[in-house]
Nanobody, 128 residues
Framework: QVRLVESGGGSVQSGGSLRLSCAAS??????????MGWFRQAPGKEREGVAA???????IYADSVKGRFTISRDNAKNTLYLQMNTLKPEDTAKYYC????????????????????WGQGTQVTVSS
């Protein structure tokens, strides 16, 4: 029903930037009807929400990335982005694009690990 493919990961030095993209293939409903976000998981750690849109289109960020990361979406291209600036070694993780159908009676999951659709992830490595 929903296929998510991330790209743009890589290795950078501390202070550098990367832009992640997530292309969505959707067979039911339209892209704009989906709650979208980014999660990450570092080795030995739990997955954590990084950035997401709420049901009103507002953006929400984890405290650890506020002021450095920017999430955006292009509904015409079915694509989600994550611009990551001033990267730090602690940002090293596998980054996942997530999606969930927005329901009239329920808010978007935002940074909660409640999304039904996940991409395969893209690795981001930041060296000091």
């Amino acid at each position: 029903q929903v296929r998510l493919v991330e790209s743009g990961g890589g290795s950078v030095q501390s202070g550098g930037s990367l832009r992640l993209s997530c292309a969505a293939s959707i067979s039911r409903y339209t892209y704009s009807q989906y709650c979208m976000g980014w999660f990450r998981q570092a080795p030995g750690k739990e997955r954590e929400g990084v950035a997401a849109f709420d049901e009103d289109g507002r953006v929400i960020y984890a405290d650890s990335v506020k002021g450095r990361f920017t999430i955006s979406r292009d509904n015409a291209k079915n694509t989600l982005y994550l611009q990551m600036n001033t990267l730090k070694p602690e940002d090293t993780a596998k980054y996942y694009c997530v999606a969930d159908l927005e329901l009239p009676w329920a808010p978007c999951p935002k940074l909660r690990n409640e999304y039904n659709y996940w991409g395969q992830g893209t690795q981001v490595t930041v060296s000091s």
